[in-house]
């Protein structure tokens, strides 16, 4: 699997929108990119998933430039309740071996009041 | 999206003792995974579960260390054998679901060997 480049750590003010930045230079035509979070004392929770085109859910927006070499995750109103460890992971099109998550040290976002 | 419970929550052992890991999912699931966080950290794939056979262990984890079973396509166990302090992390259980569906993770299980 391809590996990804994240900032360590970004702060954003409440009610703003956080734009958090993958770089994925090596990413391979049947790799997905995903974006898990993590927040203290639980397990990474998905957010969300593309292939090329820009994704949205009731979570987030994913936006992947054309070349596919980096994507940013949005969180458009972020929340304290936001503030999380987010991890960008490139995994291949599921087959039966290729499920596994690699997890980088991924960027710790801070919301602020 | 699949639920996934782990027993115990938390645990607080002692050196050279073994602990076993329960992890149950609501729904049918085609793969199970077991990763270790240790403290500060990200997650560490440990090894792949697989139903009725052995697990496929990920680059310096050994069986003899974290023996895994899955009898069934909802149910895995981690064993963390022989503890030592070293051993103190969270232990998390994830499973992928039916058609194209998300990797989804428990809650973990955090460890600690004194």
């Known amino acids: 699997d391809a590996k990804t480049t994240q900032p360590t750590s970004m702060d954003c003010a409440e009610g703003r929108a956080a734009n958090l930045p993958c770089n994925h230079s090596?990413?391979?035509?049947?790799?997905?990119v995903y974006w898990y979070r993590q927040i203290h004392s639980q397990g990474p929770q998905y957010i969300i998933h593309?292939?090329?085109n820009n994704e949205t859910n009731e979570m987030a927006s994913l936006i992947i430039t054309e070349d596919r070499k980096s994507s940013t995750l949005i969180l458009p109103h972020a929340t304290l309740r936001d503030t999380a460890v987010y991890y960008c992971i490139v995994r291949a099109i599921r087959s039966y071996n290729t499920d596994k998550l690699i997890f980088g040290t991924g960027t710790r976002l801070q919301v602020f009041p | 999206s699949a639920v996934i419970s782990q027993k115990p929550s938390r645990d607080i052992c002692q050196r050279g003792t073994s602990l076993t890991i329960q992890c149950q999912v609501d729904?049918?699931?085609?793969?199970m995974f077991w990763y270790r966080q240790q403290p500060g950290q990200s997650l560490t794939l440990i090894a792949t579960a697989n139903q009725g056979s052995e697990a496929t262990y990920e680059s310096g984890f050994v069986i003899d260390k974290f023996p895994i079973s899955r009898p069934n396509l909802t149910f895995s166990t981690l064993t963390v054998s022989n503890m030592s302090p070293e051993d103190s992390s969270i232990y998390l259980c994830?499973?992928?679901?039916?058609?194209?569906?998300?990797?989804?993770f428990g809650d973990g299980t955090r460890l600690s060997i004194l």
């Open positions: 729904s049918q699931v085609t793969m």
């Open positions: 090596t990413i391979s035509g049947n790799e997905y």
């Open positions: 593309g292939l090329k």
């Open positions: 994830s499973a992928t679901g039916l058609g194209n569906q998300p990797q989804h």
